[in-house]
Every structure is written in structure tokens, then in C-alpha cells.
């Protein structure tokens, strides 16, 4: 697919996958007629029908929950949260029932199920249609997820996600969906998890980031006098370990990237696996760059609260100074 | 659409009292069945007094009894098909009995051991529902898929009177409706959440008049008959195979035990309300009544009862029988791969 947005690849990955194998189902609030409210789903209820492209009632721990019982009936459902902070309700569902199902058959039932949802600000959205809270989902046992940055990383994630015999929470950052656009691979394309990418080789720092801190990583980078690797952590459980202690023991020197609340952000996990795997390589602190402890913001004042370019150059230059 | 609101008090009874009220008797059932219902109440009661005794002597841990309960559980669970599957709330923790579920399995879970989670395609039961009413939403979602796959099973959950005054309940009820699952929400009401009357959950006058606000039929039942549970269910059941959707069913009982171990009713209800339920309850009532018909008597009760002893007796024997769990499990089983 030639000069592809992320959610024109988020809806080929949902056609290609529902193609593929007939048990996969997709279910959400407007994702039928309407084809979902950033257009992700379009095409697919004409495709596949009112039984495999679900308008359901307006209740997320309702559209989870019944997943679940679908999971059990033999389907794979991919769950639609319209938008992430409409996610909150579905919580309930995820932390006592859909991380936990699979270990309550001691590993005999798997459970499949895929919510996909946008994530992050810089839309000049309303109050609550611009959180990050992948941390909440992250930090629950039996799940999965994953953040692309890219239109062919989010085909690919998804793909891996819907194939997953976990339950897998992809987070697309809605600032990336209509730009910038790449040409995404045809047919079927699978990212596996547990992969990060290096967005950007450099030598001097290593710039850790996920979904729509990628691109203020790597414009920090470009401004940056010294040489900045960007590493796309693209799937943040399962972590690539491999990928970050690697590029951190190349440059010696790590800046977090998070557009999340800060306190006991993902940053924190990562900066914790630094100052446990790659104590001697660091020259200087590992210092983050995030979101701050608040309520986002009006979005007359987000781009206040989103990290900038400027602040992670200016937290580059710290440690190369240290 | 068959839209039935009962009002408060009236509910359907099958068993009488043996003295004004005239014993009715369900179409269909055989003498066998009628049995069969008389042993399934007599295991679970057996399982449930047994439990207590073992959590008394450290046998078990904390357990959530059932004691009344045993005709909602076995009549509503007589009008299932083997493809049905069951969606318990931990009061209905040993229902798998009757799928035959090795009650070392059951005993299993009390205790705290690995050996107490099951395969639930292998008996048609879900997992133990921990928390109230999440697992509704569950029971509807099976019945829907199934319903999208052609299949005709349908899916049963049991929750409490406490359970209708969580969303997860009123999300799953509605889900059900919308898509027309082929589910029956079973509400045993015993008037308690823990310590909360049901005065104090809800404004309705009855908990089967909310399903008319989801578009779908509300029965209420006396939820010590083990015939009427029976028949309401098997009627919802016919209902769901027929493509009409779900039921719910208001078994009404009163709660003559502790919510569980660790509780003591003393310092929320009446000794004396609870005294004068527990003469009226179920397995007691069913009893006099197949007596009245004839088909129990003193022998048959005892050999029926030592039979139940007995199952139970071997599997708490197997349960304490079962080696430790290998530590490697701590990390086991949480991600397929």
C-alpha cells in the first residue's frame, strides 16, 4: 500500500487478518456503519457483515466482557476503545478477568482477545480523549501491548496482536494516524512482539521512546550537536531488553521519552532495567522526559505538557555534560 | 415480545405445603429425574456441610456456603444440556459436581492449591467468579458466540441479589438483550449481601421487574422449589434455543447461613427470622414432598444420603492426598507463550 497512513494500515491489517481466519471478529462503538470514528474500521461491516463487524451497545467493560465469554465460544475478538480515556471501564474486565483467564485454567484455554485503541494528545481533543495510560495496562499480568509509530509497524503489531494466543492491547497513537504516511507493506505483515527498532543510529546518547514520542525523539535528535540513537520500543511487554541494553552500551548514555504522567510511568521501568543491567556502561543519570504529574491539559496548553524536542535536547545535553 | 412483570409476593411454587397449599407437579419429569434432583440437592447440601466442618478443622480455607441454596443450584441445573455452559459466582463453587467434576477439584480451589483450576471445555463451567457480577457479561458473550457459530448451546450465570447494583451486571443484561443471546441470568436472591439487606440495594419492588427495562422476560420464582426452579429455568432454556434471546430468573430464598466462614450474621440478622427459615428449607421441603408422592422413603433417603457422605469423604481425602504445588508454578500459566 503505497503512501499509507496509520490508520488506513490499522484497517488493512483488520481486513487482511478477518481474511485470513474466519473466527476473527471485531466489535466496538461505531466501528460498523460508521466505521469507527477515525475511520479504522471502514469497509469492514460491508466486508464481513453485521456478525464479524459488531456495533455494539456503549459500554466498554461490556464490550470486553463479552469478549471474553466470545473468546470461550471460539472466536478472536478485536475490541475497539473508542478512545483510550473511554478505556477506564473496561479495566475492571482486563485486571480480573482477561489477564487472569488463561492461569485459571492452568494454561489450558487461551483467550486470544485483541483491544485496540487511539492513545496520546496533540489533536486539540476535549477533556478525556487525550490520555496516555498504557502504564495501567502494562503493568497487569497476562497482557500484552504494544505502541507503533509507523503506518507499516502498526499493520505489523496488530497483525501480531490478533494472532497472539494472549490477550494483546495495541495503543495507536491518534497524533500519527493521518501523518506522516509511508508505504506499507501488501498482504500479510506481521511485527512480532517483543521487538523494539532503532528509529535512528547515533553514537553519544540513546533516546528511548514509544508511539508519538518517536518523532519529538528523533526531531531532538536532528537538533541535537552530538550523534542521538532513537530506539522505537514499539512493544513494551514483552520488553526487547536485548535491543536497549545494546544500543545504551554503544552511546553510554540514556534519555527516556514519555508522554505519560511521570510517577511510576513505563520510563521508570526502563530506567529501573538500566540501573539494573547496564549500571557500567552509564556514564551519567539516566534522566526522563515526560508528561507531567497532572490531568492532561485544555488543549490550549498540551503542547506545554507534551514533550518537545527542546526539552529532550536539553535533558540530551545534561548527561553528555555530566 | 412475552413481556412478564410479576408483582411482589407472587411467585411460582410447585411443592406444597402438605396441608392448605395443594402439591403441583412439573410436566415431563420422570420418578427418575424427580430423584435425580433429590440427589443432586442431597450432594451439594452434603458438600456444603462438609465444607464448614473441614474450614473448622483447617482442612480448607475461608468458604463461601450455600446452605439453601441447593434448589436454585440443581433445578435450574436440571434444565440444562450437557453443550450448556455454566458461569458460577463462588456460591455456586461446587456446581461442577453435577458435570461431574471431581470434588477434590472443588476442594482443591478452597484449599488454596493449583489442582482447584479446571479445563472448562471439559465439564462446561467456567471458572469461579470472584468478583460480583464481572462474570455475566462472560456467560452472555459465550451464548452470543455460540449463537453467531450456528451452535444452539446456550449459557447459564449465577449471581446474587447484591450482584444487581453493579454495572457488569446491567451491561451484561443488556448485551444479552441486544444481541439476542441465548443466556439465562439466574438471580438467587437471599435477601443479604454480606451484611446488606436488599432494602438496601434496590428501590424496585421486585429484582425480575428490572428485566423489563432491558426488553427481556423477568420470572420470579420461590427459589426453595426445586421443581418451580426447574421449570422456570427449562422454560428460559426452551426460550433461548428457540432464538428469543434470555430470561431472568428471580429465585427467591432467604440467606439461613453465614455469607461465609469468616462472617457472623448475629450482628446484622435476626436469629429468629433465620430460625424460622431454616425449618422451611429446601432439601426438607423436596424430601416431605417425594415422600408425599411415594418415592422416598427412610431406606432409599439413607442409602442416598451415605452415597453423597461418601463422594465427599473421598474427595477431601483426594484433595489432602494431592502432593504440594512445585514452586516453579508461581510463574507458570500467566501468558500462552
Known amino acids: 500500500m503505497p503512501n499509507s497512513t496509520l490508520v488506513e494500515a490499522v484497517n488493512d491489517a483488520l481486513r487482511v487478518e478477518m481474511e485470513r481466519d474466519e473466527s476473527v471478529m471485531v466489535m466496538g462503538e461505531d466501528v460498523g456503519r460508521a466505521g469507527g470514528v477515525f475511520r479504522a474500521t471502514a469497509g469492514l461491516l460491508d466486508r464481513f457483515g453485521p456478525d464479524r463487524c459488531v456495533d455494539t451497545p456503549l459500554a466498554e467493560a461490556g464490550i470486553l466482557g463479552t469478549a471474553v465469554g466470545l473468546a470461550m465460544a471460539g472466536w478472536r475478538p478485536v475490541c475497539e476503545m473508542q478512545y483510550e480515556s473511554f478505556s477506564y471501564p473496561c479495566l475492571d474486565q482486563l485486571i480480573c478477568h482477561v489477564g487472569r483467564y488463561h492461569w485459571r485454567t ?97 553514537d553519544d546518547v540513546t533516546f528511548i521512546a514509544y508511539g508519538g514520542m518517536v518523532a519529538v525523539a528523533k526531531r531532538a535528535a536532528e537538533e541535537l550537536e552530538a550523534s542521538a540513537e532513537v530506539v522505537d520500543v514499539r ?69 506545554e505538557h507534551i514533550p518537545s524536542p527542546a526539552r529532550v535536547v536539553e535533558a540530551a545535553e545534561q548527561v553528555l555534560s555530566f | 415480545m412475552a413481556q412478564v412483570v410479576p408483582a411482589e409476593g407472587d411467585m411460582r411454587r410447585v411443592i406444597g405445603d402438605g396441608e392448605a397449599q395443594p402439591d403441583g407437579e412439573v410436566e415431563g419429569l420422570a420418578d427418575q429425574d424427580l430423584l435425580e434432583l433429590y440427589r443432586a440437592m442431597v450432594l451439594l447440601r452434603t458438600y456444603d456441610e462438609r465444607s464448614v466442618v473441614f474450614h473448622r478443622q483447617g482442612r480448607i480455607g475461608t468458604y463461601a456456603i450455600f446452605w439453601g441454596h441447593e434448589a436454585m443450584q440443581a433445578g435450574s441445573f436440571h434444565a440444562l444440556a450437557r453443550e450448556d455452559w455454566i458461569f458460577p459466582s463462588y456460591r455456586e463453587s461446587a456446581i461442577g459436581l453435577l458435570r461431574g467434576m471431581p470434588p477434590e477439584t472443588v476442594f482443591s480451589w478452597w484449599r488454596g492449591h493449583p489442582a482447584g483450576w479446571w479445563d472448562p471445555r471439559e465439564y ?18 459465550f451464548a452470543w458466540g ?46 443479604w449481601a454480606i451484611s446488606t439487606p436488599l432494602s438496601a440495594q434496590t428501590r424496585a419492588a421486585t429484582l425480575a421487574d428490572k428485566a423489563a427495562g432491558y426488553g427481556m422476560p423477568g420470572v420470579r420464582v420461590d427459589g426453595g422449589d426445586v421443581l418451580a426452579v426447574y421449570e422456570a429455568t427449562r422454560e428460559a432454556v426452551a426460550r433461548a434455543r428457540a432464538g428469543d434471546g434470555p430470561t431472568f430468573i428471580e429465585a427467591v430464598t432467604y440467606r439461613c447461613a453465614p455469607h461465609a466462614t469468616a462472617d457472623d450474621p448475629s450482628a446484622y440478622i435476626d436469629p429468629k427470622r433465620v430460625e424460622a427459615e431454616r425449618a422451611n428449607e429446601c432439601v426438607g421441603r423436596y424430601e416431605r414432598y417425594l415422600r408425599r408422592l411415594g418415592l422416598l422413603g427412610d431406606d432409599l433417603l439413607e442409602t442416598i444420603a451415605a452415597e453423597a457422605k461418601e463422594t465427599i469423604r473421598a474427595g477431601i481425602a483426594a484433595a489432602e492426598a494431592l502432593p504440594a504445588p512445585d514452586p516453579s508454578l508461581v510463574t507458570r500459566d500467566a501468558y500462552a507463550e
Not at chain 1, 108 to 118: D, H, L, N
Not at chain 1, 169 to 198: C, F, W
Not at chain 1, 252 to 268: D, K, L, M, N, S
Not at chain 2, 130 to 137: E, F, K, L, R
Open chain 1, 106 to 202: 492452568n494454561g489450558a484455554m487461551e483467550f486470544p482477545i485483541t483491544i485496540r485503541m487511539p492513545t496520546g494528545g496533540g489533536v486539540k481533543a476535549p477533556e478525556l480523549h487525550e490520555d496516555s495510560p498504557e502504564t495501567y495496562y502494562v503493568h497487569t499480568p497476562g497482557i500484552k501491548v504494544a505502541i507503533p509509530s509507523t503506518p507499516s509497524d502498526a499493520k505489523g503489531l496488530l497483525a501480531a496482536a490478533i494472532r497472539s494466543p494472549d490477550p494483546v492491547v495495541l495503543m495507536e497513537p491518534k497524533v500519527l494516524y493521518r501523518s506522516p504516511r509511508e508505504d506499507v507493506p501488501e498482504g500479510e505483515h506481521v511485527v512480532p512482539l517483543g521487538k523494539a527498532r532503532i528509529a535512528r543510529e547515533g
Open chain 1, 235 to 303: 512493544s513494551l511487554k514483552p520488553l526487547d531488553e536485548e535491543t536497549l541494553l545494546a544500543s545504551v552500551a554503544k552511546t553510554g548514555r540514556a534519555v527516556i521519552v514519555q508522554e505519560a504522567p511521570r510517577v511510576a510511568g513505563f520510563g521508570a521501568e526502563i530506567a529501573a532495567l538500566l540501573a539494573e543491567k547496564a549500571i557500567l556502561d552509564l556514564r551519567g543519570p539516566v534522566i526522563r522526559v515526560t508528561g507531567y504529574d497532572v490531568p492532561f491539559p485544555f488543549w490550549s496548553l498540551e503542547d
Open chain 2, 124 to 141: 462446561g463451567v467456567a471458572s469461579i467468579a470472584v468478583p460480583i457480577a464481572t462474570h455475566v457479561p462472560h456467560a452472555v458473550g
Open chain 2, 146 to 191: 455460540k449463537k453467531l457459530r450456528g451452535e444452539s448451546a446456550c449459557a447459564i450465570a449465577y449471581f446474587g441479589d447484591g450482584a444487581t447494583s453493579e454495572g457488569a451486571f446491567h451491561e451484561g443484561a443488556n448485551f444479552a438483550a441486544v444481541m439476542r443471546a441465548p443466556a439465562i441470568l439466574f438471580c438467587n436472591n437471599n435477601g
